[in-house]
């Protein structure tokens, strides 16, 4: 598939989106990647709990003018991709848009694993995040207690990827970017409908 065919289904599904409101249970949050509409459940509260955990873990951290949020789109249309993560941390400016905000401005992101759509952090998001720039990636799963960090982005052959990567386990402090996050405070799922 060529770019310019890649980016006219991206702005055809994009249109779509300014009139489509998911059916309940659906987040309203709809994703696009790969020249899909990506539907997932709404969260949780523990999914959110661990979300927030993290951004109030990260914010007192972070230099003037960087903030850590759990809300804003990504989007770059040329790679077709409009996502939400978990959380983000990049400068507080990056946010002063009526669009999505540029993945390029991102320093790191968070995924919480939802338990509708695991495949979506451990696969896509591991894919497309080198490819959008985006230079820690974190997968946090509250369903085994379980996380990884992605970081140090090569470009082989044309395709971005992530080079590091270290195991975590709920209880471990994650050194993160330049950060620490304490995963002793993320709640796990206790059953399959948390």
């Not at 980016?7 to 659906?26: G, K, N, S, V």
């Not at 471990?172 to 206790?190: A, C, H, N, Q």
């Amino acid at each position: 598939m060529t770019a310019e065919t890649k980016r006219e289904i991206y702005r055809h599904l994009r249109a779509l989106l300014e009139h489509f409101t998911p059916p309940a249970p659906f987040s309203p949050h709809v994703e696009i990647s790969d020249g899909q509409l990506v539907m997932m459940m709404s969260p949780a509260g523990r999914h959110d709990l661990a979300a927030l955990r993290i951004e109030r873990q990260l914010q007192p951290q972070l230099p003037a003018g960087i903030v850590a949020t759990t809300t804003g789109d990504i989007e770059e249309a040329d790679s077709g991709q409009l996502r939400r993560p978990d959380v983000l941390v990049l400068p507080e400016a990056a946010m002063d848009t009526d669009s999505p905000i540029s993945p390029r401005a991102l320093l790191a992101a968070v995924e919480i694993v939802s338990l509708s759509n695991p495949e979506n952090d451990y696969d896509s998001k591991l894919r497309h995040y080198p490819q959008l720039g985006i230079p820690h990636y974190l997968i946090v799963d509250p369903r085994n207690g379980t996380c990884v960090h992605y970081w140090a982005i090569t470009d082989k052959d044309g395709t971005s990827a992530y080079e590091g990567r270290a195991p975590y386990v709920f209880g471990d402090k994650i050194p993160f970017g330049d950060w620490v996050i304490d995963t002793g405070e993320l709640p796990r799922y206790s059953r399959s409908s948390d």
